[in-house]
C-alpha cells in the first residue's frame, strides 16, 4: 500500500498504518472521554471511521482544564469536491458545535498549482472559491469558521511558513514526503505552507492556543513536521484525528477525483449521481438465486461503506442493512435504488445550500490584514 499526501493506492491496512506513521489508536476510554464533554458519541466514533490520533488525551485534557482548543482542516482544490472529502469535515462540524470551537479551513489552491501542471493560478483560485461554497455548505458556523486561501491570503501566511521553513531541513522533506531532485522547489516549500494555520490562532492570541486536526490519514506526514517544529518556535504541538477513507465506487482503493466515475461528487446531477451508484461495484453473488441463498458481503461493499460513513447514522438502521445484506433478504439492486434515493435528497439539500453559500462567502474569509498586523507585531516582540 502506499499512502502518502499525493497518492493513496493499494490495500489499506490501518493498523500497519498506525505501526508506520507511529500513531495511537483511539481506545474506547478515550471515546468515551470525547463523548463525555461533548455529550454526544458520534457514530464516526463509534464506527472507527476516525480510528487514530496523535494527543488527542492531551487536547481533551487541557480542555477539561479550561483550555479550549481551535480546529484545523483543509482541502485542496484540485476539482470539484467529492463525499469523500466531506467525511472530515462532518466530524470536524461535529467537533466545532460541542466544543464551540474556531475553525481554520485552509483551501491549498498553492499546492494544487505547484503539483499540477494542468492547473492555472487562475483556475486553482476559481476552483478555491468552489470548494469553499462546499465548505460553507457543510454547515460550519458563520461567525467562528476563517477559510484560508493561501495564494490571497499569501501575505501572513507566507509571514509564519519561513519561521517554519527555517527549521525543515531538505533531507527531513524529502524522507517525509518522498521529494527527489525533479519535485520543483516551490512544493518542497509547501509543506511549510500546511503547517502554518496550526499556530494562526496562538499568534492572534499573543498566548499558546491548542490545536487540533480531524483529516484522513493521508495528511499526517505534514503534522510530523509541524509537531516537530512547534516547540522550537514556542508553540503547542498540534493534535491529530485520523480518519479512514471513503473507497471509490469501484472496486477497492479511495475515492480520488483522479477517477471521476468512481466519485459522487457534490455538484453532480442527481441521474449521473444515480447511473454511477447502480453501476457501482457491491459485495453481492453472481446471480440473484445465489445471493438469495447464501446472502451479500457487506464488509466489502462501496455501498454499504457509504451508508456507514455518511448516510446512516442510526445503529439500528445500519444494523438492518447489514443482517438484511448477509441473509440475502437485501438484494444489490434493491438496496442500490434505497442508497440512491437518499443520495439524491443530500444532493439537491447540498447543492441548495451551496448556492445560498454564494451570498456569504467573503465573511467566512480570514481577515487577512487584521492577522498580517498581529504577525508583523509578532516579529518584533
Ligand atoms: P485533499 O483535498 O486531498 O482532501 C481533503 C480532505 O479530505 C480527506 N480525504 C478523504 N477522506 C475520506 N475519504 C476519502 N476518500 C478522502 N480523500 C481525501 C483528506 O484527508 C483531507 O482531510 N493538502 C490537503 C489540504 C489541506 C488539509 C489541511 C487537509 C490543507 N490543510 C489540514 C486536512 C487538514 C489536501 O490536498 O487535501
Known amino acids: 500500500m502506499t499512502v502518502t499526501p499525493w497518492e493513496v493506492s493499494g ?16 481506545t474506547k476510554s478515550l471515546i468515551n472521554k470525547i463523548s463525555m464533554l461533548a455529550g454526544e458519541n458520534h457514530f464516526h466514533l463509534r464506527r472507527k471511521v476516525f480510528f487514530s490520533h496523535r494527543a488527542l488525551d492531551w487536547i481533551l485534557d487541557m480542555y477539561e482544564n479550561g483550555s479550549k482548543f481551535v480546529l484545523y482542516t483543509g482541502r485542496g482544490p484540485s476539482g470539484d469536491t467529492h463525499i469523500g472529502h466531506i467525511v472530515p469535515w ?11 470551537a474556531k475553525l481554520y479551513f485552509q483551501l491549498t489552491d498553492d499546492e494544487k498549482f505547484l503539483i499540477n501542471p494542468s492547473i492555472s493560478g487562475k483556475k486553482a483560485l476559481n476552483l478555491t472559491y468552489e470548494n469553499a461554497l462546499d465548505v460553507i455548505a457543510v454547515g460550519f458556523d458563520q461567525r467562528k469558521t476563517y477559510i484560508i486561501s493561501d495564494m490571497e491570503h499569501a501575505g501572513p501566511m507566507y509571514n509564519i511558513a519561513i519561521r517554519i521553513a527555517k527549521h525543515v531541513t531538505g533531507s527531513t522533506a524529502k524522507a517525509v514526503f518522498g521529494f527527489t531532485d525533479s519535485s520543483n522547489i516551490g512544493i518542497q516549500f509547501f509543506p511549510a505552507i500546511q503547517a502554518t494555520p496550526c499556530f494562526i490562532e496562538s499568534i492572534l492570541q499573543g498566548h499558546n492556543v491548542p490545536c487540533l486536526i480531524p483529516a484522513a490519514i493521508d495528511q499526517d506526514p505534514y503534522w510530523r513536521v509541524s509537531r516537530d517544529i512547534a516547540p522550537k518556535l514556542g508553540f503547542y504541538k498540534p493534535a491529530q484525528i485520523h480518519s479512514r477513507f471513503l473507497p471509490g465506487l469501484g472496486k477497492g482503493g479511495k475515492m480520488s477525483s ?29 446471480t440473484v438465486k445465489e445471493q438469495k441463498k447464501l446472502g451479500g458481503n457487506p464488509d466489502i461493499c462501496s455501498v454499504y461503506l457509504y451508508e456507514q460513513f455518511l448516510f446512516e447514522p442510526e445503529d439500528i438502521g445500519i444494523k438492518v442493512i447489514n443482517e438484511d445484506c448477509r441473509s440475502g433478504k437485501l438484494l444489490c439492486g434493491e438496496h442500490k435504488l434505497k442508497f440512491a434515493e437518499k443520495v439524491e435528497k443530500f444532493l439537491i439539500e447540498h447543492q441548495h445550500k451551496r448556492e445560498k453559500a454564494r451570498d456569504v462567502v467573503e465573511s467566512y474569509l ?8 498581529c504577525v508583523l507585531k509578532d516579529w518584533e516582540a
Open 258 to 286: 483522479s477517477m471521476p466515475e468512481t466519485c459522487i461528487f457534490l455538484t453532480d446531477s442527481t441521474r449521473q449521481a444515480k447511473k454511477k451508484i447502480m453501476n457501482a461495484f457491491t459485495g453481492g453473488r453472481a
Open 90 to 100: 462532518v466530524f470536524t462540524k461535529f467537533l466545532q458545535d460541542k466544543f464551540d
Open 11 to 26: 490495500e489499506i491496512d490501518y493498523e500497519k498504518l498506525i505501526e508506520k506513521f507511529g500513531t495511537e489508536h483511539i
Open 366 to 373: 480570514l481577515n487577512s490584514d487584521e492577522v498580517l498586523k
